[in-house]
């Protein structure tokens, strides 16, 4: 499927996205096609299953930014909503269902990417 | 030098994609650099620090984060020429502030929505850089100027000084030394002073400035009026107290100079110019300080003018010996002075003497006699005159002797010095010319002085070249005016003296002015007699022909007259009444026969009983007639006397008319003296050519019978 078409039920708004790209759709495409090969969602499972709450908080907000500068709103919204929650201390259970809303987010995301057109 | 164009951006964000996206806003403008942490950012600033217009920072990042790129960047001093952005998620308030207080342009959030405002932002921030850098750059440039410039004035400064010191030493008539060893003295005194007194902290570079300084001390003298300055003699309380205000002066003149007081020199210059006559006992001019009051400087710059004072040729004074000058330095008989200061210059007296004041470090000297005997410091006497102390303390008292002699002789002498055009005379010279006696620059002074007139001067200048050394003496007659106005004729007396080699350079002259006044006056007198009769006051023979000659000689030709009078029965009148009574008659012919004649006539007698009349301009024959009949008619009638028949018979004759010269118009005259004697006497004749055929004796030319009473 056409990039943006695919992308859609995951990006909010394409127009600013494209726009933060300058219009370079190809630019926009490449780094479409990098995100699943990003660690930082693994990572962040990783730490917070080590209960590296630093790290944890590191990794979330890292996936934020790339999620948030590929107009992966809802995806960058979780990812923020961690971030805030581990700076305020919270863990364990309190975490989890946060953590949870991430992976879903995640998810979605990898599957809008792979119905991309290569 | 042209500033580096900036024309790179600085993108440092661990994000791949971060950097990617900020590399698509500004690719097109500017070349990009990119680096993933603070450390790689900095390696980067390091090479191209001049190329950066801007950078674009993240905060968090591995190894250095931005904060850490920030205050590496402030402690560099890059803050000013290259603007930074902060690019971060954080929206807090908190951190935007810190990002600001660590000296970021502007913070921009992340993600971008606006990536045109973003560019808009970055390149407003570039050109206000830009344009300050550019202004830094001018401003730097013309600090650089400034500099420049200030270091020239400096410079130029420094030469006013030197210029300034050397006039004053011209116009002083010193030699050019003096500012050369106040400023060699004051060094070494100080270098001396720097290795024994570490405390006082005297760096080489201090001590140089001070040095140079140094030669400032007595610029103020170019306000002293020259008659003080060049004064031989000892000052008026006056005179001195206006000397005294040179340190003053010299002040006034530093404060004048442009942009000086600015100068770290000029505060060493001022001290010394106003102090180096200051006392450490307070008794100094121009402010009485005392002690260490008084610039150590310009204690100094005193200490080293003092002994240089009493050491060298002044106008006033002759020069001491070394050793001299230094007992009466130690002896406080030449002021008084720190210490610690007087003992350091006794310590280095012998070398600084040595240094500065021979011609020759080999403990000999060059004799610098004073300036009756002196010649010039560049002038070098033929094989070494070089003599040991003992001559030299020798040929001292030879020359005090010399002045001594000369002086009690009660005569002018002078010397002169041919190559320092310099005179010296004895006293008398002053008393009879009221002039200095010791005259610099005098070749100069006596044509302008007055006392002798150009012409004689020329004529003695081009006397004077043709001496030699076998022909060196010199005597000549000339009329001076002396103090008071009166001209006066001294008789010019004196030697060429010559060295050398084979002795053919003439350095100058002794010699003898006497005053031959009375002698020429005498000689006038005799000379006066020489011309006229004894007996009658008139003028005789030998000024007639002498007058006559003078008329006959001159070119312009004037005609004049000649009576001969001879005096008739002048024989009886001795017979009768004696020889007083011929006496007596005479007198009163040469008292009364003036009175008939003018001022320009002449009447002399010639003979016993004879008087001829010269007759200025008088040629006509009608006129002189005249007159001739008017002298027979005195003769004849008016002389009152109760002698028999006394008359006299008158021959005439004319120039050029009847002759050319004297001896022509004698003859003539002769003949008609003889015609008027043969008609009958008492009357006169005409010379007339006729006249040479009558036989006649001539009584005028050869000898007379009458008796010639003397």
Same mark, same amino acid.
């Given at each position: 499927m056409e990039l943006m078409e695919a992308l859609r039920p995951v990006v909010a708004d394409g127009e600013q996205t494209l726009r933060r790209f300058m219009g370079n759709r190809a630019l926009y495409q490449k780094f479409v096609h990098k995100f699943p090969q990003d660690e930082n969602m693994s990572l962040l499972e990783e730490a917070v299953a /080590?209960?590296?709450?630093?790290?944890?908080?590191?990794? /979330?907000?890292?996936?934020?930014?790339? /999620?948030?500068?590929?107009?992966?709103?809802?995806? /960058?919204?979780?990812?923020?909503?961690v971030v805030a929650a581990l700076r305020r201390g919270e863990e364990g259970a309190a975490l989890s269902p946060l953590l949870e809303g991430v992976r879903d987010r995640h998810r979605d995301v990898l599957s809008a990417v792979a119905r991309c057109d290569p | 030098m042209q500033a580096p164009c900036r024309d790179t951006l600085l993108i440092v964000?661990?994000?791949?994609?971060?950097?990617?996206?900020?590399r698509e806003i500004f690719y097109r403008e500017y070349r990009i650099e990119e680096a993933e942490n603070g450390r790689l950012a900095l390696e980067v600033v390091a090479r191209q620090k001049d190329r950066l217009a801007a950078l674009l920072l993240d905060l968090v990042m591995p190894e250095l984060d931005g904060f850490g790129v920030l205050e590496e960047l402030a402690r560099q001093g890059l803050l000013e020429s290259i603007p930074v952005f902060l690019i971060t998620a954080e929206t807090s308030a908190d951190i935007a502030l810190q990002g600001y207080e660590n000296g970021v342009m502007d913070v921009i959030s992340k993600p971008i929505t606006d990536p045109s405002i973003v560019r808009k932002r970055v390149g407003n921030a570039v050109e206000l850089f830009r344009g300050r850098n550019q202004l830094a750059q001018l401003v730097e440039e013309q600090v650089q100027t400034i500099k420049a410039q200030s270091e020239k004035l400096r410079t130029t400064n420094a030469s006013i000084i030197d210029m300034l010191s050397s006039v004053i030493e011209f116009r002083s008539g010193e030699s050019g030394q003096h500012v050369r060893r106040i400023r060699q003295a004051t060094r070494m005194l100080l270098q001396l002073l720097a290795t024994e007194y570490p405390a006082y902290r005297l760096g080489a570079e201090e001590i140089e400035m001070v040095a140079s300084a140094a030669a400032m001390h007595d610029i103020g003298k170019i306000l002293i009026p020259d008659y003080i300055l060049n004064k031989p003699g000892r000052l008026t309380a006056e005179e001195f107290e206006e000397m005294k205000n040179h340190t003053v002066y010299g002040c006034d003149i530093l404060e004048s100079i442009p942009f000086f007081q600015e100068q770290e020199l000029f505060r060493y210059c001022y001290d010394i110019c106003r102090h180096h006559h200051e006392r450490w006992d307070g008794l100094g001019y121009p402010d009485g300080l005392a002690g260490s009051d008084i610039p150590l400087w310009a204690q100094v710059v005193s200490l080293a003018d003092v002994y240089d004072a009493l050491v060298s040729q002044r106008v006033y004074k002759k020069p001491y010996p070394h050793p001299v000058a230094v007992e009466m330095i130690r002896s406080g008989e030449c002021g008084v002075f720190n210490p610690l200061l007087l003992g350091l210059f006794l310590r280095c007296a012998d070398e600084l003497y040595q240094a500065l004041y021979l011609q020759d470090g080999e403990g000999k000297t060059h004799y610098t006699p004073p300036i009756g005997l002196r010649r010039s410091a560049s002038y070098h006497p033929p094989e070494a005159q070089q003599l040991s102390d003992r001559t030299l303390a020798l040929l001292e008292r030879e020359r005090q002797k010399y002045h001594w002699l000369s002086e009690m002789s009660g005569e002018i002498l002078f010397d002169y010095d041919r190559q320092n055009d310099s005179v010296e005379f004895t006293e008398k010279y002053q008393e009879v010319f009221g002039d200095s006696l010791r005259i610099l620059h005098a070749s100069d002074h006596i044509h302008r002085a007055g006392q002798i007139f150009p012409e004689d001067l020329r004529r003695i200048e081009r006397e004077l070249q043709a001496l030699t050394p076998e022909n060196a003496l010199y005597r000549t007659e000339v009329q001076l005016t002396v103090l008071g106005g009166q001209r006066v004729w001294f008789e010019l007396y004196m030697r060429s003296l010559w060295e050398g080699e084979n002795d053919r350079l003439c350095t100058g002259y002794m010699g003898k002015l006497s005053s031959i006044d009375e002698f020429k006056r005498e000689s006038a007198r005799w000379r006066q007699q020489a011309m006229h009769d004894y007996l009658t006051g008139l003028?005789?023979?030998?000024?007639?022909?002498?007058?006559?000659?003078?008329?006959?000689?001159?070119?312009a030709r004037q005609p004049f007259s000649l009576l001969f009078v001879d005096l008739d029965n002048f024989k009886a009148v001795n017979d009768t009444g004696g020889h007083l009574a011929g006496d007596r008659l005479l007198r009163e012919i040469a008292a009364k026969l003036p009175q008939k004649l003018r001022a320009t006539d002449m009447v002399a007698r010639v003979g016993g009983d004879e008087f001829a009349v010269f007759l200025e301009g008088m040629e006509r024959k009608g006129l002189l007639a005249k007159k001739a009949g008017e002298i027979c008619r005195f003769f004849g009638e008016e002389l009152g006397h109760p002698s028999p028949?006394?008359?006299?018979?008158?021959?005439?004759?004319?120039?050029?008319?009847?002759?050319?010269?004297?001896?022509?118009?004698?003859?003539r005259a002769d003949r008609a003296l003889y015609t008027a004697k043969s008609r009958g006497k008492n009357q006169f004749a005409l010379y007339a050519g006729e006249m040479e055929g009558e036989p006649y004796r001539p009584p005028l030319l050869f000898s007379t019978e009458n008796e010639l009473p003397l």
């Open positions: /080590a209960g590296d709450w630093a790290g944890a908080e590191r990794f /979330a907000h890292t996936l934020k930014g790339v /999620a948030a500068n590929l107009g992966f709103s809802e995806l /960058a919204q979780a990812a923020s909503d | 964000d661990d994000s791949e994609l971060n950097r990617a996206i900020l003028y005789n023979r030998q000024a007639l022909e002498t007058r006559v000659n003078a008329a006959v000689c001159d070119p028949g006394i008359s006299a018979s008158v021959g005439c004759v004319r120039y050029p008319a009847d002759g050319k010269d004297y001896k022509a118009l004698l003859q």
